[in-house]
C-alpha cells in the first residue's frame, strides 16, 4: 500500500511539473532602439547582385556584381526621450584602389520611425529622394508592447504609382529569442513588398532617366539585440524589377531592370569615445 501511494505520488508530481511547463508564460522582450551618442558602432555590409537590363524589349546587359562595404552608426543629438539625430556614414573600395564615401543622416525615433532625411552634397536630389523612401519603407517601426516568440506586427506605407495610391508592406515575425555574437536578440523574420517611384535623374552624360518605379519583393531575418537597441546583424534576399524610360540624344527608351539581389551585414566593433 505504501509503495502505490509512493508511485501515486511520485505520478502526480510529474503531472505537475508538465502542466507548469506547459503554462509557463513565454518570456518578454521591449524592441526599442537605443542611442548612446559616445559611441559609433561599425559595421560590413556584402552584396551580390545579378542583374538583366532591357531597352525597348532588347537584352542590352546581363551580368554579376558583389560589393563590399564599411559603414558607422552613431547618434549625433539626443533630441528628446524619444528621438535622435543619427549619422550614418559609408566607404567602399573601388577597383581602381580608390574609396568611395558618402554620408546620411536622419531622425529615428526610439520605435524605430525615421524622418528628416538628409544626404552629403555627393549624392543627388533624385538619388536623396530614393534613400528617404528607401529607408522608411524598410526600417520596422517596433511595437509599443513587449513581445515574445511568435509574435507578428506589419508595417505599411503609402506611395503614389500610376496606378494610383498603393501600399508597401511589410510583415515582422519573432521566431525565437537567441544568444548572437555576445548579445541577447530577438530574431526576426520578415517579407514584403517595397515600391520606389524614380525621380528625374543623370545616369550618364547623355541619358536622363525621365520616370519610373522599382518594385522589389523582400525577405529576410534580423537579428535585434534590445538591451543595445539596434540590429547587429542582418541577411535579405530580394527580387527588383524597375521599368521606366530614358532620355538619350532626343530619343525615348524604355528600359527594364530584372535583379536578383542578396545582402548581409553585421556588427564588428563598438567606439566609444571620450
Given at each position: ?64 556584381q558583389d560589393h563590399n562595404l564599411t559603414y558607422t552608426r552613431r547618434a549625433l543629438e539626443l533630441l528628446d526621450d524619444n528621438r535622435a539625430r543619427l549619422l550614418f556614414e559609408y566607404a567602399m573600395k ?117 520616370g519610373g518605379m522599382d518594385r522589389i519583393e523582400v525577405e529576410g531575418v534580423a537579428y535585434f539585440a534590445y538591451k543595445e537597441g539596434l540590429v547587429i546583424r542582418e541577411e535579405e534576399n530580394s527580387h ?35
Amino acid at each position: 500500500m505504501i509503495k502505490k501511494a509512493a508511485k501515486f505520488n511520485l505520478i502526480l508530481f510529474l503531472i505537475m511539473i508538465f502542466l507548469a511547463a506547459c503554462t509557463a508564460e513565454k518570456k518578454e522582450v521591449q524592441l526599442a532602439c537605443k542611442f548612446d551618442p559616445h559611441k559609433i558602432y561599425h559595421f560590413v555590409y556584402d552584396s551580390k547582385v545579378s542583374s538583366r537590363m532591357y531597352e525597348n524589349d532588347s537584352l542590352t546587359y546581363a551580368g554579376e556584381q558583389d560589393h563590399n562595404l564599411t559603414y558607422t552608426r552613431r547618434a549625433l543629438e539626443l533630441l528628446d526621450d524619444n528621438r535622435a539625430r543619427l549619422l550614418f556614414e559609408y566607404a567602399m573600395k573601388k577597383d581602381t584602389g580608390q574609396t568611395s564615401t558618402w554620408s546620411t543622416a536622419c531622425i529615428m525615433q526610439t520605435n524605430g520611425g525615421i524622418s528628416d532625411f538628409e544626404t552629403d552634397s555627393s549624392i543627388s536630389y533624385a538619388a536623396a529622394e530614393y534613400y528617404q523612401n528607401l529607408f522608411e519603407q524598410t526600417s520596422p517601426v517596433y511595437p509599443e508592447e513587449p513581445v515574445s516568440e511568435g509574435y507578428k506586427w506589419s508595417h505599411s506605407v503609402k506611395v503614389l504609382v500610376d496606378e494610383g495610391r498603393s501600399d508597401a508592406n511589410t510583415t515582422y515575425t519573432i521566431k525565437s529569442l537567441v544568444r548572437e555574437g555576445g548579445f541577447d536578440c530577438a530574431v526576426i523574420e520578415y517579407q514584403g513588398n517595397i515600391l520606389i517611384p524614380l525621380g528625374e535623374e543623370c545616369p550618364g552624360e547623355k541619358a536622363v532617366i525621365t520616370g519610373g518605379m522599382d518594385r522589389i519583393e523582400v525577405e529576410g531575418v534580423a537579428y535585434f539585440a534590445y538591451k543595445e537597441g539596434l540590429v547587429i546583424r542582418e541577411e535579405e534576399n530580394s527580387h527588383l524589377v524597375r521599368e521606366g524610360t530614358l532620355r538619350q540624344d532626343k530619343e525615348t527608351i524604355r528600359f527594364k531592370i530584372d535583379e536578383n539581389r542578396y545582402y548581409s551585414s553585421r556588427l564588428i566593433d563598438i567606439e566609444t569615445m571620450e
